[in-house]
């Protein structure tokens, strides 16, 4: 789009643009990270429950498969995207999507149907990563190659928005099905709802995309017959390109990556599985802050339109690195009890008993302990009775937030939203610009899926195992730190790269010659 003033009518094409390429991507994100907002359960369902701990770990790997196998997808996709089109592309990566979620939700259990029901599992949540590998590049490449250059930065954040938006909505749809039934209801079968109602959100997203048409500029390289024969050749044969794909691995997308799953997925784990947070509180409070923080996507993004992208994620990285251990130890304090001073006199007990739908009899000890800034802690024995004669019991220990100590944790999680949307926001318009649009789809989709697949959806897993790995005899407890200096590393490495080898130019060379 030139660079003169838009017209209504183009300016109406543009938001058309931007809301139907927005809410597709949004619904892949949201179909991509139930997954990880229901891993604690999904452990569960699809791994022996002998060991919690290894079916945890056994999940997050299984999640973190997902963002492996994203790259591969860039790759497939982006030279799709490239030779075909970008309206076809992400429409088909849309419908993979969409049809490997809903299976999710109708694989049978461990219980039924043993050591396929995680095979079943990975192969699906692979089959996700390669429609995701697709569908960014090419949303973020269709709404920059319509925006004009000088708002490129503003126009593509709100693609941006939709990663942060899908989980938001992913942890909404979750706690909307469990509040509508108990516990146990849930944990059986409910789970299963939000992966289902995929399905419906995809169909709407396919009517809607279908009318789209193709970008002005590919549109226009096609016509002229310059579409590349071999993108794949173009962008990683080509030194020069190269060069641009491994300074945009290393100089931003690692450790954008790492930045955005530390503060969000990361903290959700952090919260459930080390402060032992209630369920329905973790989600509330990652959801409060997530809708407090989108907005800044959109701000940053329009803010790198005036000062430069590098200059506002490489002040992202750098407070990453500073920040991270003062935010998360404070967050581990604010839940630890050894620091509160209980009221004896609001202890509470109950107890109940049901018969499960297999006929076992299970009966549920609840013990309740207030203390003095407000919180709860809620310690659960379950013990099952089995109709063979074996019983099981099953202990968990849950705090609950009130007050002060709530709000301050909300405020914690803001925090690193902050520093999210730095990173984020200007992102997309910088890849964009790095490359030309006859392999801008392949060239920007890799290194974009390698920082956020392989860098930072690993975060997670190795996050919560060196956390894991720091438990000894005479430390049981562990570090609670110890996760963080995964994304403390690769992001203080990126910052280190992007200072030295990335410009702040406002608007790409390449401009010129579109």
Known sequence: MPETAITKEQKKTLWFVISASSVGTLIEWYDFYIFGSLATILSEQFFPKGNPTAAFLSTLATFAAGFIVRPFGAIVFGRLGDLVGRKYTFLVTLILMGGSTFAIGLVPGYETIGILAPILVLVLRLLQGLALGGEYGGAATYVAEHAPASKRGFYTSFIQTTATLGLFVSIGVILGVRESMDIAEFNDWGWRIPFILSSILVGVSIFIRLRMNESPLFAKLKAEGKVSKNPIKESFGNKANLRLVLIALFGAAAGQGVIWYTGQFYAMTFLEKTCNVEFVQTRNIIAIALLMGTPLFIYFGWLSDRIGRKVIMMIGMLLAVVLYRPIYRQMYLLTDVSYKTEIPSEKNI???????????????????????????????????????????????????????????????????????????????????????????????????????????????????????????ESNPAGDPLAGLWYPIIVAGITFIVGMIFLSNKLKADVDKEE
Request: aromatic fraction near 8%.
């Open 350 to 472: 109950t107890t109940s008993t049901r018969i499960s739908s297999s006929q076992d009899s299970v009966s549920i000890k609840m013990t309740t302990l207030v203390f003095d800034d407000g919180s709860n802690v809620i310690e659960t024995t379950t013990t099952t009775k089995k109709q063979q004669g074996k019983t099981t019991v099953d202990s968990k220990k849950e705090i609950k937030l009130n007050g002060e100590p709530y709000y301050a944790m909300i405020g914690l999680i803001l925090v690193q939203l902050v520093l999210v949307t730095m990173v984020y926001g200007p992102i997309a318009a910088f890849l964009v610009e790095l490359f030309p649009t006859r392999i801008r789809y392949t060239s920007m989709s890799l290194p974009y899926h390698i920082g956020n697949g392989i860098f930072g959806g690993l975060t997670p897993l190795l996050a919560t195992s060196l956390f894991e790995f720091s438990k000894t």
